[in-house]
């Protein structure tokens, strides 16, 4: 070898990182070229080893001769690829430092769902390539606290594409980036360009989200690499660089905790992350240009202020993504999914467009490997932005006048939920006219009338203050007379009980009871004034018209009638439930089967709401009143107990006297978790001195980095006696005939409780999904309901209900409590079928509505109820958001409370035992969910007669009730802008465009039955 060669030759291995085993040149590709190198040196002797940079004359071992020996290196090597990172960045979601940009740091911090990467590779080299294996390596740059993974705390990584450009940056540490206006969790470009749409955030655009692709894997000590780490990705996620569709790949912990700090170093550091990828086979063809584009408006994937087009094709034989533009402007990537299988009908939606504009589209099918089809074209229009017309007026125009005499008392009556303070008279949290108590949304002073409007099947409601002392008083109410009757047997009065002048619990009172006011047991201290609630159910079978009635007064010999008219409208709100206000407990009310449990849910079913028992503890013991018996095996060896116990439950049998009669409970928990039928402690080896302790949070650590997967370490016993259990309750739900309650399989434990070893009820790292889906496939399994996983199920449950589905077999649904949706991703897809998502719901609402269509699932909304010092009709407009948010129903997570509530306030004590008042009494907050329930029961039928979107109803409900910054007509609500006399007209208006025609004939949906509501 010459001097000079031999100085290229040291030249070429100092700049480089170690190269590739058959990489000459090197260029971080073992092909061709690299043979030439081979074949020019063969049998080359004294040239330097391999590690000493002889590989740029042919020599790949640790001789000093390029022989067969390195030609075998070479051709085992061949097609392999070295993939540097051309750009990387490091995010922060906590705080201020969402507008940090860390672009141009020496590291990375890798901290569970708080810090994490992105990094962009070169993968020009693989255009043209059959991309067969890949994998990920990185290098650790310390922070752990453990650091049992051979120096770090990483041990699972969530690697996963990204479907919006971005800008490295510039900042070198934490910091906002001014000038390099680089990268932050907030933005792609740092005061530049947003991350795909108006206030979208990184997380709409990794992990699944915004049609990316993720994987979830181990992470290991790379061979012969001190100091690196590896991780065998899913090829597709490289094939998705190469084809256009990924603009880099995430990169997140997912198996530590926020006290640990992992690092690992960028790209400034000269060991940045790099990817090694196989691809020996070329491929050049491009794939047919897609057949059947078409184009049309896609009017329930509008918003408020932009359009949308619809977007439709037959999918080309090898097939991957789609290169797709608009009027010649590059669709971005979030928009665009990839490919469906060959030959099959694929249909998406481009959002967020000039409404009403022409359109001109083309779309490329790219292939794997880069190659793209000849554009298909299609022309058409941009759907309009949302429309919905404005409510009808409301026809109430009361005369004011004076309250009514009752003796030495005066009467006039208020709506329900609306709290006037016992000793003042005012009204509290709400702005209402100085004269309320002359004129409101029900009364009528100047006639005394007290006017209400009704649904078929609705449960109406109103209050009357009666302010002075009085004895002997009573409150009769007489049926009401019209085109039929509502007769009074529907009627319940209630005594409102005040906690604090708030008033908040309901206490039954007989109608025609005697009784003096004020009621010392209250003991309000000043009292002027006592507020009754009437509940009166109008029956579906009333036919619609105006009815007249009376409320009758008397206090001794003195005697008040109040005209009590109710328009009747046509809408019917059906038996069963579609939005659920589920009140959420850990135990009670009472023993499973007691009188005190069968009060507290026949009283939760009055106001069509639903008590739901979590059925075992975080220690992991199952309530004993909620099961059945079992043997060893799992298998249930006798249901006597569990039917007594629950069966009234499931065929409505305990509901006989309500306003729904024999109508089941619409969900409830099974009592499967980790811990039933079996312990998985006794069956659950997560290796060799591995610490099962999930409340010590190094015992944890030391267990999420080295622990095998949960699939490995459970044993088969344990398995199988799950899925025995799990079959075993279906086949006996199907031959009881109980099919139309949703039981739920779900897990609730925290290891911060000391029983289990995941985050299983609020994930918050890839192994609590890990756990969730092991436990979830076991169940799915075991259930065998394929229907339940797809999205037609879904759309056909909330259209038509359980009832009327009549599927002819139980329905058992896998849930989630997930508070932190947007890092799930698609994660669970396929496993989780009902899903319950936190406080966080109002912000993601975009990222909701896809995974609705893609998970596919059904949501619901939990949270608490207004505090017991706040506005009720809170709880009412909660109901109202979470509807109009894709939610079916609302969950308080506590709802059950003693008989301190009456006299200390008590957000969670929604149904209470009251002692001496009666085991099961109701918070007007309940009353207030059943308001905002039914209220939802009529907006989904105004929906599904117009096939409108959820959207369209949150615009029409904010013309008179302030939901979100979505629905642009209102801010966010403040308890004191929620008005009676808004929802009044609300709901009224909504019962008059129910009587009408339907709307707008151009707002129906653009596909088949049940497009509007699948594209919610």
């Known amino acids: 070898m010459s001097a000079l060669l031999l100085a290229a030759v040291l030249v070429g291995w100092a700049a480089a990182i170690t190269p590739l085993p058959g990489d000459s040149q090197p260029d971080g590709a073992v092909d061709g070229l690299d043979y030439d190198r081979w074949s020019l040196n063969y049998k080359a002797t004294g040239v330097p080893k391999w590690s000493e940079g002889g590989y740029t004359v042919g020599n790949f071992n640790e001789d000093n001769t390029v022989d067969g020996l390195d030609y075998n290196i070479w051709s085992l090597n061949y097609g392999r690829y070295r993939c540097l990172a051309v750009k990387d960045v490091g995010l922060s979601e906590v705080g201020v430092e969402r507008d940090y940009n860390m672009g141009a740091a020496q590291k990375i911090k890798l901290k569970v769902l708080q810090e994490f990467g992105l990094a962009d590779f070169n993968v020009q080299p693989l255009v043209g390539k059959v991309v067969t294996s890949a994998k990920l390596y990185v290098k650790p740059a310390g922070g752990g606290r453990l650091n049992l993974n051979d120096g770090t705390d990483l041990r699972w990584l969530t690697v996963s594409t990204i479907s919006h450009d971005w800008v490295e940056g510039l900042s070198t540490g934490y910091g906002t980036d001014p000038v390099g206006h680089g990268a932050t969790f907030n933005e792609s470009s740092y005061q530049r360009d947003n991350w795909g749409f108006s206030g979208a955030k990184v997380w709409d655009v990794i992990l699944g989200n915004g049609n990316t692709l993720r994987c979830d894997l181990w992470m290991q000590p790379a061979p012969g690499r001190p100091g690196w780490q590896e991780v065998t990705l899913d090829p597709r996620l490289v094939q998705a660089m190469v084809a256009g569709a990924s603009h880099g790949l995430a990169l997140m912990d997912g198996s530590t905790w926020y006290g640990v700090n992992n690092y690992i170093s960028a790209r400034e550091s000269g060991n940045g992350p790099y990817l090694e990828v196989v691809a020996a086979t070329s491929d050049t063809a491009a794939p047919a240009a897609p057949t059947e584009l078409a184009v049309q408006p896609a009017l329930n994937g509008a918003t408020a202020t932009l359009g949308a087009l619809q977007v439709s094709l037959r999918v080309p034989a090898d097939a991957f993504s789609y290169d797709v533009t608009v009027n010649g402007e590059a669709v971005q990537r979030w928009q665009i999914p990839f490919a469906a299988a060959g030959g099959t009908v694929q249909t998406f939606v481009l959002r967020d467009l000039p409404p009403g504009a022409g359109a001109t589209v083309t779309v490329k099918a790219v292939d794997a490997a880069g190659n793209a089809s000849p554009a298909a074209i299609a022309a058409g229009t941009v759907g309009p932005a949302?429309?919905?017309?404005?409510?009808?007026?409301?026809p109430f125009q009361p005369v004011a006048g004076p309250p009514k005499a009752l003796g030495t008392a005066a009467v006039w009556a208020f709506p329900e939920v609306t709290k006037v303070d016992p000793v003042t008279k005012a009204v509290l949290h709400e702005q209402v006219a100085t004269d309320f108590c002359q004129a409101n949304p029900v009364w009528e002073g100047s006639t005394g009338t007290i006017r209400l409007a009704a649904a078929r099947g609705e449960i109406v409601s109103f209050q009357l203050a009666i302010e002075g002392a009085l004895a002997?008083?009573?409150?009769?109410?007489?049926?009401?007379?019209?085109?039929?009757?509502?007769?009074?047997?529907?009627?319940?009065?209630?005594?409102?009980?005040?906690?604090?002048?708030?008033?908040?619990?309901?206490?039954?009172?007989?109608?025609?009871?005697?009784?003096?006011?004020?009621?010392?047991?209250?003991?309000?201290?000043?009292?002027?004034?006592?507020?009754?609630?009437?509940?009166?159910?109008?029956?579906?079978?009333t036919p619609a018209g105006d009815y007249q009635g009376e409320v009758l007064l008397t206090a001794g010999t003195d005697e008040l009638s109040l005209p009590l008219k109710i328009k009747v409208y046509g809408a019917m709100i059906p038996d069963d439930v579609h939005f659920d206000p589920e009140l959420n407990c850990y135990g009670g009310p009472g023993t499973a089967g007691s009188t005190q449990f069968k009060d507290s849910f026949r009283l939760a079913h009055y106001h069509r709401c639903t008590i739901n028992r979590v059925p075992y503890g975080q220690s992991g013991n199952v309530h004993s009143d909620w099961v059945p018996t079992i043997a060893g095996d799992g298998h249930v060896t006798n249901w006597s107990t569990f039917d007594a116990h629950l069966g009234g439950l499931l065929d409505g049998s305990w509901f006989a006297a309500n306003p729904r009669p024999n109508v089941p409970v619409p969900v409830l928990y099974l009592p499967l978790f980790e811990g039933w039928p079996l312990n998985f402690l006794d069956h659950y080896d997560p290796g060799p001195g591995i610490p099962i302790n999930g409340d010590n949070d190094l015992d944890k650590l030391h267990h999420d980095t080295m622990a095998k997967p949960i699939e490995?370490?459970?044993?088969?016993?344990?398995?199988?006696?799950?899925?025995?259990?799990?079959?075993?309750?279906?086949?006996?739900?199907?031959?009881?005939?109980?099919?139309?309650?949703?039981?739920?399989?779900y897990l609730n434990n925290k290891p911060s409780w000391g029983y289990t070893m995941w985050t299983l009820d609020e994930p918050t790292e890839y192994l609590d999904w890990a756990a969730l889906n092991f436990f979830g496939r076991l169940y799915k399994q075991a259930v065998n309901d394929p229907e339940a996983y797809t999205a037609d199920f879904h759309a056909r449950l909330y259209e038509q209900g359980l009832a009327a589905m009549d599927r002819g077999r139980p329905t058992f649904l896998f849930r989630g409590d997930i508070s932190r949706p947007m890092w799930q991703g698609s994660v669970s897809d396929g496993i989780i079928n009902i899903m319950y998502v936190g406080g966080i719901y109002p912000s993601v609402t975009r990222l909701l509505a896809d995974a609705v269509g893609r998970q596919p699932v059904t949501l619901n909304w939990y949270g608490s109820c207004n505090a017991v010092n706040q506005s009720n009709w809170g709880s009412a407009v909660w109901c109202l958001k979470a509807f109009a948010l894709n939610g079916n129903g609302v969950l308080p997570w506590q709802s059950l409370a003693g008989s301190d509530a009456m006299t200390a306030y008590d957000t969670n004590g929604l149904i209470i035992n009251a002692g001496s008042y009666g085991v099961a009494i109701a918070s007007y907050r309940v009353h207030a969910l059943r308001r905002g329930a039914q209220d939802c029961e009529l907006l989904r039928l105004l929906q599904l007669m117009n096939g409108w979107s959820r959207e369209h109803c949150g615009m029409l409900v904010s013309q008179k009730v302030p939901l979100t910054s979505q629905f642009p007509t209102n801010p966010d609500p403040i308890y004191g802008t929620l008005t009676s006399q808004g929802f009044c007209e609300m709901k009224e208006g909504v019962l008059q465009l129910l009587e009408g025609p339907e709307l707008g004939k151009s707002a129906r949906p653009s596909r088949g039955r049940g497009a509007g509501v699948r594209s919610r």
Request: net charge negative; with cysteine.
């Open 472 to 541: 002997a008083c009573r409150i009769e109410i007489g049926s009401l007379t019209g085109p039929g009757q509502i007769p009074n047997t529907g009627a319940k009065l209630w005594r409102n009980w005040y906690v604090q002048r708030e008033s908040e619990y309901a206490l039954p009172q007989a109608l025609g009871q005697d009784f003096t006011l004020p009621f010392a047991d209250n003991a309000v201290v000043g009292q002027t004034l006592q507020a009754f609630t009437v509940d009166l159910h109008v029956p579906k079978t």
């Open 386 to 394: 949302l429309i919905v017309p404005e409510l009808p007026a409301f």
């Open 712 to 745: 490995e370490a459970m044993d088969e016993t344990f398995k199988a006696a799950f899925q025995n259990c799990a079959a075993d309750f279906v086949a006996h739900f199907a031959s009881k005939g109980w099919n139309r309650t949703i039981m739920e399989f």
